[in-house]
């Protein structure tokens, strides 16, 4: 049990344009989920936390206009890179928990993003 | 702020024992995780530990946690090829709600 879909695992895009990515829990409910981005070689940096039915709390530094975050059910939460730069080129993972506590949150399989 | 700090790469032969430390800030961490992360994946979790446990074994995996000094430890018996990865070790601040992860160590395994 415990599963997160994420999609699209790849993606590439022009310079300019909105990428939409997804992260599903299949077989649970889950009130907060995760958005991180890891750089090539260093580790997952917490973009944001998104809990069903309110904004999203984004950590200092992330732009929320660019990563618009939208969390409208309790099994979809969706991450929206706008207007795309090469420099937004990153590996993008969502994490969900079922509740509130530390304990059980669960991992996407990651997007890989390129912007050329 | 809360930091989490490991050793950013490992070598062991395969059969040893491999042993990934990390240490950690947030004296309110509840949870502390480990997990692993093959090339290209996402994370996978491999264990956790609550934070008024010392110890916790699992198979092959067993973790050690020494909250006075903030020291966090995952010990690998018999390490196989397959184990290399990335581990990433995490903790849960419940001052903060949010799950914050160390750089990674990467784990070689030599055959």
């Known amino acids: 049990g415990a599963v997160v879909s994420q999609h699209p695992s790849r993606v590439i895009c022009k310079s300019g344009t909105s990428v939409k990515i997804e992260c599903r829990s299949l077989?649970?409910?889950?009130?907060?989920m995760f958005w991180y981005r890891q750089f090539p070689k260093q580790s997952l940096m917490l973009m944001a936390t998104s809990n069903e039915g309110s904004k999203a709390t984004y950590e200092q530094g992330v732009e929320k206009d660019k990563f618009l975050i939208n969390h409208a059910s309790l099994t979809l939460s969706t991450l929206t890179v706008t207007s795309a730069h090469p420099e937004d080129s990153s590996f993008y993972i969502c994490?969900?928990?079922?509740?509130?506590?530390?304990?059980?949150?669960?991992f996407g399989s990651g997007t890989r993003l390129t912007v050329v | 702020g809360e930091d989490v700090e490991q050793s950013l790469f490992l070598s062991v032969r395969e059969g040893d024992s491999s042993v990934i430390n990390c240490t950690y800030t947030d004296s309110s961490s509840t949870y502390l995780y480990w997990y692993k992360q093959e090339p290209g994946a996402g994370l996978q979790l491999l264990t956790y530990i609550f934070s008024n446990m010392d110890m916790k074994q699992d198979q092959r995996l067993t973790v050690l946690l020494n909250k006075k000094d903030k020291h966090l430890s995952l010990r690998i018996a018999d390490t196989q090829t397959g184990d290399s990865a990335i581990y990433f070790c995490?903790?849960?601040?419940?001052?903060?709600?949010?799950?914050?992860f160390g750089t990674g160590t990467k784990l070689q395994v030599i055959p």
């Open positions: 995490a903790e849960f601040s419940g001052g903060y709600q949010k799950v914050t």
């Open positions: 077989d649970f409910q889950a009130t907060t």
């Open positions: 994490s969900a928990s079922r509740r509130q506590g530390g304990w059980g949150y669960t």
